[in-house]
């Protein structure tokens, strides 16, 4: 069982450019989530879903996008990247919605736009 | 907002114990993760506590006390391998809020 991947597991992107962070699980999950994580500030939420169909805005929601069009597969786009957004990007999933289930996190992406 | 404090940094020596501390302010509270995460690597699961008091798995416990918004994660016993960040977490809003991680380091 993979568990969680994400593609790719770097990238350089060009500012103004666009970019699909891909997450994909294999445990059935419900609920899936978005974060980054930046030296010195910890991971931060981005946005979630809690079943497919349905997405929310985290804590720095401005400038990406997600859908949910299946359970397995969470998406995040940079329509028109800054530097500000490189980051390491990790998703996750867990189980439950409640928050109250441990989150499985997948090896991350770590994105430099210049 | 949400406040999630831990001190930034630890050392300990190999077979010591070492207790790392989180202190939060949050607009609402369902319960408190502890996660490691290895330099590189993904964050993993640690302990979730939910009622007050101390839960012991292995060599890692976690406490917590509601009342004083205060958790504390102790390693014993430590291992070269446990070097690494400790990152706290609180289930806000069915959401986690994450402070900014400790990173021990474990010296032989």
């Known amino acids: 069982t993979a568990g969680i991947t994400q593609a790719p597991t770097s990238q350089i992107l060009a500012a103004g450019r666009s970019m699909t962070l891909r997450c994909t699980q294999d445990?059935?999950?419900?609920?899936m989530y978005w974060y980054r994580q930046d030296l010195g500030l910890g991971l931060r939420l981005i946005h979630y879903s809690n079943t497919a169909g349905t997405t929310g805005k985290g804590e720095v929601p401005d400038g990406y996008s997600v859908s949910r069009a299946n359970t397995d597969d969470f998406p995040l786009t940079l329509a028109s990247a800054v530097p500000s957004q490189t980051s390491v990007y990790f998703c996750?999933?867990?189980?439950?919605?409640?928050?109250?289930?441990?989150?499985?996190f997948g090896p991350g992406t770590r994105l430099t736009v210049l | 907002g949400q406040n999630i404090d831990q001190p930034t940094e630890m050392t300990a020596t190999e077979g010591a114990i070492v207790q790392i501390n989180c202190t939060y302010q949050?607009?609402?509270?369902?319960?408190l993760f502890w996660y490691q995460q290895h330099a590189g690597e993904a964050p993993t699961f640690l302990s979730y506590n939910v009622l007050d008091g101390l839960e012991e798995k292995g060599r890692f416990s976690s406490f917590l006390s509601r009342s004083k918004g205060y958790s504390y994660l102790l390693l014993k016993e430590l291992q070269m391998k446990d070097s690494a960040s400790y990152l706290c977490?609180?289930?806000?809003?069915?959401?986690?809020?994450f402070g900014a991680g400790t990173t021990v380091t474990v010296r032989a």
């Open positions: 977490a609180v289930n806000n809003d069915y959401k986690l809020s």
């Open positions: 445990m059935r999950h419900n609920a």
């Open positions: 996750a999933s867990s189980v439950g919605t409640s928050g109250n289930h441990e989150q499985f």
């Open positions: 949050t607009s609402g509270f369902n319960g």
